[in-house]
Structure formats: C-alpha cells, structure tokens
C-alpha cells in the first residue's frame, strides 16, 4: 500500500499564490509519475498536473497552464503544486495522486478557497 499525506491548502484571494505539497510512503517502488487532480461538488474529478519520474516530464491542464508548476523530489517521492494568479475557479478539493503500474492512489485531499 501507498499512503499520501496532503499539506499546504487553505483560502487565498484572486491572483494570490498557494503551495501544496505531498508525500508518499509505503510500496512507491513501482510509482512511475505523481501528480494532483481536483474536484467541486457535483463534478467529476479533474486532472490538474502530474510529473513523470523517469525523465522529469511535467504535463499541465489547459485551465492552469502558465499559473501552476508541479515540481518534485523523485527520492523522496514529494511533489509540490505551486499555484500562482490562482482563479475562483480554482476552487476545490485537491488530491495528490500516485501513478503505479496496475493501481493509483490518492491522498484525503486538502481544500483550496480562492476568493473574488
């Protein structure tokens, strides 16, 4: 097993920055990528950033491109999810996610409030 343990969330207003950061314990041997999804009440869960441990390649949605930076320690299996000129939008549970051959897993999540 895989556990994760979420920090950073919390409210902010529009154009503020935020950090989160998360870290994994347990079976990681087999992780390949970490990343962070989120979700509004409602809606589905929304893939946000990830990075990939091979070579350090860093995917990002649309919506956060160019604001967000996910950025990791792939000896620690730490990721951290900088989140710059954040959006009400941006509003949601954040989960930090372990990608591993044959299984995900997922943190508790932390809340992220952006006000107007």
């Known amino acids: 097993q895989v556990q994760l343990v979420e920090s950073g969330g919390g409210s902010v207003q529009a154009g503020g920055s935020l950090r989160l950061s998360c870290a994994a314990s347990?079976?990681?041997?087999?992780?390949?990528?970490m990343g962070w999804f989120r979700q509004v009440p409602g809606k589905e869960r929304e893939f946000v950033a990830r990075?990939?441990?091979?070579?350090?390649?860093?995917h990002y949605a649309g919506s956060v491109k160019g604001r967000f930076t996910i950025s990791g320690d792939n000896a620690k299996k730490t990721v951290y999810l900088q989140m710059n000129n954040v959006k009400p939008e941006d509003t949601a549970v954040y989960y930090c996610?372990?990608?591993?051959?044959?299984?995900?897993?997922w943190g508790q999540g932390t809340q992220v409030t952006v006000s107007s």
């Open positions: 996610a372990v990608q591993s051959i044959g299984s995900n897993y």
């Open positions: 990075i990939i441990w091979g070579d350090g390649r860093t």
């Open positions: 347990g079976r990681t041997s087999g992780s390949y990528a």
